[in-house]
């Protein structure tokens, strides 16, 4: 059973557990924090698994942040530690999951406080699966459920290849990539007739991402570029697809902890729509901002860190 849940229910959940495991891209302090803190203090078995090389961190902020979240949890007596793809502890991490004495809550950003979309699942298989991701054991992909970067995207753009008939398509994601799979499906929607719109973030956008979306918009996708780092795809509003992996390529990191779900509850569905809907309200048309897109330091240096 799934259901989708506010940050205060995860809190509340690590604030009685008796055990957590947890992945992050990035963990900075605040409240989730806090709750595994208090959660080492009071006797609780607490895993914290962060990336040790978070990507466009030129300065190495998020990484310190990192390393100050792990040093200070492992001295309260978690088991916290940095993952380095590159010293073979794992693959590369950008999966934010818990598992909260035996529940899975799955977050698409990093535990902010901002309103994170964040999925309860209490299905056994599905914590298994998140269990064995978090320990560093082989993926066991599930027909809807996924651990890594190469299951999770794939299973986002089989989605979408599966909505020929539909009337509406609407997907947002932080990065998007011309080498993704999720744009060719996009691409071949469009010219369809189905009514496609696309939500990205701003902060992340280089310029040959930005030329694939103005292609992506000369084809007849609606596009739009916005604050937001949710990644979720809606068709009809009846089924979906949300998760922690950006529609990007998964060429060189389709191992990367990431969790992706599809679902056909109407109410999951409809609750992401509606997310959705909010967001693009509040984005800019795609031709009113390329320009200063491109002209824009953050995105000649490389972008923000991808949530």
């Not at 895993?47 to 200070?72: I, M, T």
């Not at 993704?180 to 009514?195: D, E, F, I, S, T």
């Not at 604050?227 to 990191?253: I, L, P, Q």
């Not at 109407?266 to 509040?282: D, G, N, Q, V, Y």
Request: net charge positive.
């Amino acid at each position: 059973m799934i259901s989708l849940v506010a940050t205060a229910d995860l809190l509340r959940a690590v604030g009685r557990a008796r055990e957590v495991s947890m992945t992050a891209y990035t963990l900075g302090r605040g409240p989730v924090f806090d709750a595994l803190a208090s959660a080492c203090r009071r006797g609780a078995r607490v895993r914290l698994r962060v990336e040790d090389r978070p990507f466009g961190d030129p300065l190495g902020g998020v990484q310190r942040a990192n390393r100050s979240a792990v040093a200070v949890l492992a001295r309260a007596g978690a088991d916290a530690r940095m993952v380095d793809a590159t010293d073979a502890d794992g693959p590369p991490v950008h999966m934010k999951a818990a598992i909260v004495d035996g529940v899975a809550y799955l977050d698409d950003r990093n535990w902010t406080q901002a309103g994170d979309t964040i999925v309860r699942d209490d299905s056994p298989r599905d914590v298994r699966a998140l269990r064995s991701a978090i320990a560093g054991a082989a993926p066991h992909p599930e027909p809807s459920f996924w651990t890594r970067k190469a299951d999770a995207v794939a299973g986002e753009a089989a989605l979408l290849r599966g909505a020929t008939s539909a009337r509406s398509v609407d997907l947002e994601s932080e990065a998007f990539g011309t080498a993704g799979k999720a744009y060719a499906a996009l691409k071949a929607l469009a010219a369809g007739g189905v009514r496609c719109r696309l939500l990205v973030a701003a902060r992340d956008l280089k310029p040959q991402a930005l030329h694939g979306l103005q292609l992506l918009a000369r084809a007849g996708v609606g596009v739009r570029v916005g604050r937001s780092a949710e990644k979720m795809a809606v068709v009809d509003g009846r089924r979906a697809w949300v998760g922690s992996a950006n529609a990007t390529s998964s060429y060189f990191h389709g191992d990367q902890l990431d969790w992706g779900l599809r679902t056909s509850r109407a109410p999951i569905a409809r609750a992401l729509e509606r997310r959705f809907e909010a967001a693009w309200a509040t984005g800019k048309p795609l031709a009113t901002v390329s320009d200063r897109i491109v002209r824009s330091k953050d995105v000649q240096s490389g972008g923000a860190t991808l949530q």
